[in-house]
Structures are given as C-alpha cells and as structure tokens.
C-alpha cells in the first residue's frame, strides 16, 4: 500500500502549515519580605493578558499540588530544626514537581509564566543566609532547574526594616519562618538578592520597590518591555511598545 492512503491528510505541506507554538516568556519575581512582589505579579499579568497573552501566574515553593503540600511543612518551621541544607533540599524538591507539573508544560504551550519567588530564593536564603555551600545550591538548582532559567528576573529591592514593617501590616494568621528572623537577616537577604542581580545583569533587574505602587509596576513593565523586545523574535508577542 502506498504512504498517501496509510495517512492521506499527511503531506510536507499540512505538517509545514501546522502551528508550533512558541515557547513562552518565563518572568520571576523576587526580593525580601513584603517587597510587593504578589501584587506586581498580579499587576504585571493583568497587563501582558491585555495584549492576548496567555499569563500563568504562580509562587514557590507551590504551585503543583505536591509542591504546595511541601509548602506547608517549609513555612511551618518543622524542617527549620532538620538546617539549611535540608531545607534548600525540600525546597528543590518542590520546585522539581512545580516545574514538571505546572512551568514546563505551560511554556511549552506558548503561555508566559510569571513566579512569585524562585531558585534565586534558594540561592540567598539558603545559600548566602544558611551558609548551604554554593556547589551544593548550584548543583541542586542544575538538578531542578536544568535549562528552564528564567528570560528575566524582577529583583524587588527595599529597605529591610520597610520591608518587615509591610509583612507584618498584611500579615493575617502567625509569623512564618523566615518572617520571625532578626533584621539583620533580612539586610544581608538584601544585599544577597543585590549581588544575584550584579552578577547576572542580563538576566536580573532591580526594580525600586520603595515607591508607590503604580510606580513600581511601570518600573516593572519598563524592564518586561525591554526584555521582550530584546528576545521579541523569538516569541509571539505583539509589540510591547506600544502598551
Ligand atoms: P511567602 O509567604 O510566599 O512569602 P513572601 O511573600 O515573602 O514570598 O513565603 C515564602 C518564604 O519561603 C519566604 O520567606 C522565602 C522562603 N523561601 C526560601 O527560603 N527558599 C526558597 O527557595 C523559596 C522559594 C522561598
């Protein structure tokens, strides 16, 4: 029998016509405490969806129901007493299952994905703050990550002490975790988000998060523009210019 009556609707022609689509943007957010970072998320989603984008919007750890269960158990503290390295451990594994379950698919699918916080939070709060050796944090975010790196990573950038006063004005039930911990800790978190940026200019860009709001989300759809117009060939976007 010949190929055409096996698959009569199968030629170079049709399989060239099918659409692929592009690989979606994935944006992140990070910084300390009460930086504003959901907020924006929201606000920067709201925004590209204005443009037809198709815009996930999720957080770690979370964002697969496995990685929310572990979750629960980071923030509770339960893990706190098991050390840093434990901790950076679960968080990847986390991340492991949020990836699988909800990024990779999503990106694949041409949807952009914006993250309230990602491997960047493990390199400070478990890398620099918990002293976990870099070659471990490096060789478990290779693990988890892989080549799924961010296109562009918000580093949301205050004062600790405007920070923590923010987190606890909206806190609703207990203190978690990493809220409890001294202002010490949560100035050189951000000087350890600030280095991150340094050392990654392409990748990162700080965003003055000690200004109102809507002054923050300009600032931040400034450095979504730039940055997608910057790889704009490679995705299906309209032109963000003209936001
Ligand atoms: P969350 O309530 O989402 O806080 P925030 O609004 O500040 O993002 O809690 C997440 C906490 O988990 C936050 O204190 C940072 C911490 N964290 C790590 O320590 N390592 C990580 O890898 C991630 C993703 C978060």
Not at 2 to 20: H, R
Request: aromatic letters at 4%; proline letters at 6%.
């Amino acid at each position: 029998m010949c190929p055409e009556k096996i698959m009569p609707d199968v030629t170079p022609s049709t399989i060239a016509s099918v659409p692929t689509p592009r690989r979606g943007f994935f944006i992140t957010l990070e910084g300390g405490e009460g930086a504003g970072k959901s907020t924006q998320s929201h606000r920067l989603a709201q925004r590209l969806r204005t443009f037809g984008l198709h815009v996930q919007e999720t957080r770690e750890p979370g964002g697969s129901p496995r990685a929310e269960a572990l979750r629960k158990v980071l923030l509770s503290g339960q893990v706190a007493s098991l050390g840093p390295a434990a901790e950076a451990l679960l968080f990847s594994a986390a991340r492991i299952d949020h990836l699988d379950q909800t990024i990779r698919p999503a990106l694949a699918g041409g949807v952009t994905v914006i993250c309230d916080r990602f491997a960047d939070s493990t390199r400070a709060y478990q890398g620099t703050l918990g002293n976990v050796d870099t070659r471990l944090i490096r060789a478990m975010e290779r693990v988890a990550v892989g080549t799924t790196t961010p296109d562009l990573t918000l580093i949301l950038d205050l004062p600790a002490e405007t920070g923590l006063a923010r987190a606890a004005r909206r806190r609703t039930g207990a203190i978690d975790r990493f809220e409890a911990e001294d202002l010490s800790f949560h100035r050189a978190l951000r000087n350890s988000f600030l280095d991150i940026a340094a050392a990654e200019p392409r990748r990162c860009r700080v965003i003055d998060g000690d200004q109102p709001q809507d002054d923050v989300a300009e600032a931040i759809w400034h450095a979504v523009e730039d940055r997608l117009l910057a790889v704009e060939h490679r995705y299906a976007l309209p032109p963000a210019h003209t936001a």
